[in-house]
């Protein structure tokens, strides 16, 4: 007989545990059985127990008890920095739209966590014509040179904020002087009413620079200053932030202990808590997204949890998702670029919204537009919902 | 949750080191057993009650569930972090029982595949869906697509459309799709009888609970529960979810010890959707827990990232993603073929690595970066000339080729003059993406 077909059944195995059970035991009264003893060998009988039990069983369906449903609670000790951008006439700027971040007291969208404030997209608009990818550049190339109709432009498409990146500052492109950046902040400001968030080219000795610059001709009007790393200036940007009302992004890559020390040494310098967010680097989805996700869903869990040093909102530079082949490159068996691309941006803003995101620095229409819709319909639960059982026959 | 320890399941093995499931000791299979590298009947000396109080132990708050050959759930944590997700979420593609090119459409399905990074992404299996309301047409669907030999569901609310199924196709162990209240009875009749896992459906978690309660109390095998994918409520999709899952990890709740079911192919109940929302629905279900997912579309630019985002979702993070640095010849370089450089993440030496492979005879330098991509490790200082040159030097690279000249990636464009210092050669800064490399060598290099 092979092996498998040798099933012993789950009464005989239930039979012998229970004589293992009876082991230790020294007495057993028996109701309703005889024994009989024949040539020594014992046969005991119980004939009416047997049918009796299998007649009850089939009559009877087993009463199936439901156990009591006692939802999950999601308490948390402590809350993540909310933090105001921009600022009105009275209080020292000259926004007429202001906007605040952060302020959650659990995880994202959670059952019975309110997003206190709802996470907002920055438009990403560049003080020179940068190479970008064909299913951006189309919707954009008639304002690719003036930095105040591309803003409009984007704010018209649904962002709350723009973000100027000064790519023009690094020697090795215009090598523009501070002054110059500055001056392209100030024709922002005087002509778009929302809060903006200043970007420097990416070059390291220039961007502090740049950045102290611009915090001087935008005083009290509450940018966001992008960004502060580890291995620049971060002294001098901390200290323009300080002195003219501003608040620092400070970008690390994908380490907590790097953030948290980052945080630590702006917060010594006398930056304030409500003037800090943190980036901690968006890997694009296809290359390292996970880290990302880890990294974020563990700073904001340890926020929560009650670690002061990591609890700030967190930004997101989604337009990075554009720097994965799969999002721009032309191939017949990757379908439609046109579509593939924003969707690749989507994703990535979905995912990290889902992590904890507070503000998402984007570049495509369809991109913006998608996550704001997912924004609002994730801020509430709606009253009236789909005839479900229909998909099966639709 | 506490993470299973060995000493644990030590303390309910036999501990006499026997032998007989292959390793030397009970610990060791201890070992095996929470790595889930052993099976608990590898070890033919466990029985009765201690045997059961093993099997509770191991299995994970997330039980396990097999739709056709293909495992759902036994995830023991929320988050990834905390340990790793163990199987990823399975992609069903929907298929109406009377579409006229049912085959061809389950062809698709079937021989679907994009290779990312050595792997295969590829669709799970076929949900069938009994639009026509009539059991003949429903069960010849479904003998058709058995022929494709995938993993199937079976979505129908009629019992009798099911049972016409079943008799042909309960070998298979599809889902039954599925148990809602006017059904309940008759649905797990038929899932005990067939001995196949069952669906059970409600937007409302009471009802959810009690409809999972009844229905492994009447002796259903498997159950995997749907809350109810509603694209007009996507945040309370999410906070049922999100509910379920902690039931089930926190609070160890039986009921809700199942894999989840999403449904992005709902959203097409909604005016004016389509393949776009639904891979947004989609999207969002990747990044919560979601077991198995049953979508319409087979469209490959909304396929790819939905796909891509899995396969880095359930990416173990226990291993990090790094390749050896050092020097690999691609091809059979020799003394003129050109030297890359790029870094030891694995995703970055691997995109490398595929681009030219076949197409270009070369060295590649890997720089140990900490298992950074190039633009992370520049700005955190992790590619260090020092190191680049220090590989050069080990791997007598400038007696294996005669040009001394290096093609570092566009990002990396800013580390040209302290890789020209450190290393002597001479530094060409090649395109931005490594896709270009091919044709940056054809245009630079032969001169």
Redesign the interface.
Known sequence: MKKEEMRIPKLV?DA??WL?DLKDVEEIELENVTIDVKNGIIEISAPTLLPAMIEREEIM??E????E????S?EWPNSIEEIQLGATKEEGGTRKKIFRIGGETGMP???GSEMKNRPLVTFDVFDMPPPLPKAIREHFEDVMEDPVAWARRGLELGANLVTIHLVSTDP?TMNRAPEEAAETVRELLDNIDVPIVIGGSGNPEKDPLVLEACARTAKGERCILASA?L?IDYERIAKAAIENNHVVLAWT???IN?QKELNRKLLNLGLRRDQLVMDP?T?V??????YT??VM??MR?EGLRGDKEISFPMSSGTTNAW?A??AW?KRE?????M??GP??E??TG??ML??GVDLFMMLHPRSVQ?LQN?ID??????E??????????? | MARKSPLEVYKMLPGDNCGECGEETCMAFASKLIDRDAKIEDCPRLK??KKEKLIEYLTPPVREVKIGDRTIGGEEVI???ELTYFNPTAYFVAISDNDPSLEERARKVKSFV?E?FKTDLKFDGIAI???S?DPEIFKEAVEKVMEIEMPMIL???NPEVIERALEVSSQKRPLI?GA?DENLEEMCALATNYECPLAV?S?D??KL??LS??AT??GVPSIVLDP?????????T??RI??IR??AI??R???FRWPILG?P??S???EGNGY?EE??TA??LQ??FVDAMILNTI????I???L??R???Y?D?RFP?RVEPGVREIGSPNDESPVLLTTN?A??YY?VEGDVEGKLDCYIIVADTEG??V??SI???KLRASDVAEIIKENKLEERVKHKKLIIPGAA??MRGDLEDSTGWEVLVGPK?S?GIVDFVEKHWKK
């Open positions: 195995i012998l545990d293992e369906k087993p199936i008890k439901i156990p449903y006692v939802p999950f999601h969208f959670y059952p090795r790393t291995d890559s994908i380490d790097q680097t890997a989805l296809g290359y390292g997204i996970e996700i880890s869903q563990r869990l720097g082949r799969e490159m068996d990757w379908g439609d670029r579509l593939r969707l690749w989507t994703i979905i995912t889902l992590c998608t997912v319909q994730l801020s509430k639960i709606a009236k919902g789909v005839e479900y059982e229909n998909w099966v026959t639709m | 009765g009650k988050y990834r972090h994009m990312r869906r009994n639009k309301g979505c129908s609310f799709y809602i459906i937007s978690l009471r609970w009690e309660t009844i109390g009447s109810v994918t509603d694209s007009l409520n996507m945040r309370g999410l906070n999100v509910e902690h039931q926190e609070k709740a039986d009921p449904v192919a709902a097409w109940l909604v776009w891979a947004v999207a969002i990044n919560r469209e490959t630019w909304a790819l990232p939905l891509t985002l396969q880095n979702i990416t993070p993603a993440f995703l970055t995109a950074l991509a633009e992370p700005a955190g200082g464009a800013r993406d896709s």
